[in-house]
């Protein structure tokens, strides 16, 4: 007698199939997700690396630069990091390719607009051609000390770099980068965490409530992690 399969055994496997399917997704998910969570925080550690760089060839000085989003990752004579980084200047001003942004400066789960497109800001027409990079300084390490880093008492505690975006929860758009000084301004892309590097170099992935909001809070007075002295 010749086997065939019933429609009931058929539908069985599918379901199984559907089944199983459906518990491999999530964890499919989660690994591509750790993955970028990974990627960025490497990025985020060149910055720190670029940063240290900086303050060696500057007397210990550390990046200056100003508001402006493209400033940080621009050459070492105007106060960014840009040079240390590998970054070539005409791909931030100078030509007509003004605002694009380098890959460095720019995490798989969106950047200062929300995007993942490096040319994201400048083919926003209402906004200035900013860079749409997810990265900014604590900018208080601009004003303490001068400005000079190898001052800086707490450096294991003081955050130097985090993952940016004027909307901390929902990670979305900020003409904001370049730098920070409260967690308003923060980004959270990474299941709710945030990456973050610190002045002695060490990174670290950390929750939203993990990070003081800002200066003034009690908890950061211990911490020292915006700040110094308030
Ligand atoms: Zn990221």
């Known amino acids: 007698m ?7 055994e058929l539908l069985v496997v599918i379901a199984i199939i559907a089944i199983l399917a459906s518990m491999l ?8 997700e750790t993955a970028k969570r990974i990627k960025c925080i ?7 690396q670029g940063t240290t760089l900086y303050s060696m060839e500057y007397d210990g000085y550390g990046p200056s630069g100003d508001f402006l989003p493209n400033n940080l990752f621009v050459s070492s004579t105007r106060g960014g990091i840009g040079k240390q980084l590998g970054v070539p200047t005409r791909m931030l001003y100078n030509n007509s390719d003004y605002g694009i942004t380098p890959s460095i400066a720019l995490c798989d789960n969106g950047g200062a607009y929300g995007d993942n497109n490096p040319l994201f800001a400048s083919k926003n027409t209402v906004s200035t051609r900013n860079m749409n990079n997810s ?3 604590n900018r208080n390490l601009i004003q303490e000390n001068s400005g000079k880093l190898k001052l ?21 758009t900020s003409r904001r980068g370049g730098y920070i000084e409260s967690r ?9 965490m945030g990456n973050f590097a610190f002045v002695d170099g060490h990174c670290e992935t950390r929750k939203r409530e993990e990070v003081p909001s800002g200066a003034y809070e009690v908890y950061d007075g211990k911490l020292h992690f915006w700040k110094q002295d308030y």
Request: charged residues 20%.
């Open 135 to 137: 990265y900014s300084l």
């Open 25 to 32: 997704l999530p964890a499919l998910n989660k690994a591509r």
């Open 2 to 8: 010749k086997q065939k399969f019933t429609l009931i």
């Open 152 to 172: 800086v008492k707490n450096a294991s505690g003081r955050m130097l770099a985090a993952t940016s975006g004027i909307d901390g929860w929902h990670n979305l």
């Open 184 to 192: 308003a301004y923060m980004a959270f892309r990474h299941n709710r």
């Open 42 to 48: 490497g990025k985020i550690k060149q910055i720190a």
